[in-house]
């Protein structure tokens, strides 16, 4: 009797995501602790009321607008949520098809992705998904509880790749977006973050939520190999591409350096917002890391 293709895809990805459950699990209670809740917790509040400034109350609370109409110091008062929404975006770009090493970097960002997801799982969050390819998006809305959170990442991880002969450009619904999680919920946008505009509605999505960038970079990506000839298949053009090594060729690849961050640090301006790895790196390290940056900067 044949086995289902996709049968074998949602089995596979789903013990892939057990296996990252455990190890989010082991860092959560060992290295992390209360730390993940405080990463995020401070500015995403909802406003409640004006309320007179005193000695000790933090400086950034003060609504200066008030202030200079009653002529003494007034601060925001906020409610505290109880809960993180936490909205995953994956940007399914051919693009991300492209590896030189085991692991192409969209395997490496799904990882990240089912990471992301099974830390919100573990911590009794909301976890959201939309994942944008070429043809078309699929929208998963937040979700609480383990079987949901683990359902909704098993689709994301065990998707098949864009067709490498259809469209390049991904179309992300930005309506969806701005009304698919409540104010103040953690926007994670993985994907390519290729040289590119900003698009049109971006700065109201900023406001709307808190939002932070993952991008995966394949090694020769940081730096060309150096030596002989070689080839790479290129997943944008579908073809094969032979490089020399030519200083006109290094110098246009560091153009295309400079335009890629450039555009990243646009998108989000502060460097404890955006996280960028290589297919080489540790993704649950990195995210711990990523965690305390953030816990100390607070």
């Known amino acids: 009797m044949a086995t289902d293709p ?20 082991h860092a959560v209670e060992t290295v992390l602790s209360g730390e993940y809740r405080s990463a995020f917790r401070g500015r995403g509040m909802e406003f409640d009321q004006v309320v007179r400034y005193e000695f000790g109350d933090d400086v950034r609370d003060i609504d200066w607008n008030v202030t200079a109409r009653l002529g003494e110091p007034y ?3 906020f409610v505290e949520e109880r ?41 009794r969050d909301r976890v959201g998904c939309i994942q944008a390819t070429p043809t078309g998006y699929h929208f998963h809305e937040p979700m609480r509880g383990r079987g949901a959170i683990m359902h909704t990442a098993a689709n994301l991880v065990g998707s098949a790749p864009p067709d490498l002969t259809g469209p390049n ?71 094969l591409i032979t490089l020399d090594g030519s200083k006109a060729e290094r110098d246009a690849h560091a153009r295309w ?22 297919t080489e ?18």
């Open 257 to 278: 350096q400079a335009q890629r961050d450039a555009t990243w640090s646009r998108l989000f301006p502060d460097p404890l917002s955006r996280l960028a790895l290589t």
């Open 83 to 123: 809960e993180i929404t936490f909205l995953v975006m994956f940007e399914d770009s051919p693009s991300l098809q492209f590896g030189s090493g085991a692991q192409s970097k969209r395997e490496a960002l799904l990882e990240l992705a089912g990471l992301v997801m099974m830390l919100g799982a573990i911590n």
């Open 169 to 239: 450009e991904v179309e992300i619904p930005w309506r969806l977006l701005a009304k698919a999680a409540p104010k103040h919920s953690i926007l994670i946008w993985l994907g390519d973050h290729p040289p590119r505009p900003q698009p049109d509605g971006w700065s109201v999505l900023a406001r709307r939520y808190q939002t932070m960038g993952f991008r995966i970079d394949d090694p020769w990506e940081r730096e060309l190999p150096r030596g002989e000839r070689f080839t790479a298949f290129d997943p944008t053009t579908g073809q």
């Open 6 to 25: 996709s049968e074998l895809v949602s089995t596979s990805a789903l013990a892939l995501l057990r296996r990252l459950e455990w190890r989010v699990r």
């Open 75 to 77: 601060r925001k008062k």
């Open 281 to 298: 790196d540790n993704r649950l390290d990195a995210l711990v890391r990523f965690f305390h940056a953030r816990l100390a900067a607070r």
